[in-house]
Every structure is written in C-alpha cells, then in structure tokens.
Nanobody, 127 residues
C-alpha cells in the first residue's frame, strides 16, 4: 500500500523559504510520476511541480519556475519541494501525489490522474 506523508509546512514572510518533505512508502512498480499540488481556499487544486523518478525529468508551472525545486532521493523514500522567494499567493495547502508512469507525459494539469495522495501540509506566506 502506497503511503505519502507531508511535512515541513509553516508560516513565513514574503521572500522567505520553506522546504517541504514527503515520506514515501509502498512504491512497487518500476516507474512513477511524483508531484506537488496545492490548493488555496476557494480555489481548485493546481499542480506545482513534478518529477519522473526513472529519468529525473522535472517540470514546473510558470508561476513557480525559478523559485521552487522538486527533488527525489535515490531510494524513492522521500520527495522534496524547496520553495524560495515565497509570495503571499503561494499560500495554500500543499499535497504530494504519485501515480504509476504509463509511458506518456508526466503531466500535472489534471490532478485526477494521480492515484496516491498525502494529507497535505499548510504553507502560509505573509506580506
């Protein structure tokens, strides 16, 4: 059974940094897409960044490009999101997610494609 547990959220002033962690267990298939999503109050859940475990290929949405960095440890035990130059609009509940890689693009436009989810960790950025 795949389990994802996020940690590392908190409150920070604009311009500050946070590092989110996601402890992973139960991955048994050869290859996965792993991603970070976020959801602000009253808004839909949106993909932020993703990484393909086998190739290391990563992708970021334009709003976080150059400020956030996603990484995965070699044993696939933990997923990270380093967030720098945080802005008030980054305030949201952040979730890690995983799905089996099926040979196509590891997209993050559609959260329903992801099978496994953590419980979320809150990030609050004040101005």
């Amino acid at each position: 059974q795949v389990q994802l547990v996020e940690s590392g959220g908190g409150s920070v002033q604009a311009g500050g940094s946070l590092r989110l962690s996601c402890a992973i267990s139960g991955l048994t298939q050869r290859s996965y897409c792993l991603a970070w999503f976020r959801q602000a109050p009253g808004k839909e859940r949106e993909g932020v960044a993703r990484i393909h475990d086998s190739s290391g290929s990563d992708y970021y949405v334009p709003s976080v490009q150059g400020r956030f960095a996603i990484s995965l440890d070699n044993a696939r035990n933990a997923l990270y999101l380093q967030m720098d130059s945080l802005r008030p609009e980054d305030t949201a509940n952040y979730y890690c997610a995983a799905r089996r890689y099926t040979g196509t693009w590891c997209g993050i436009a559609d959260s329903s494609e992801y099978t496994y989810w953590g419980q979320g960790t809150q990030v609050t950025v004040s101005s």
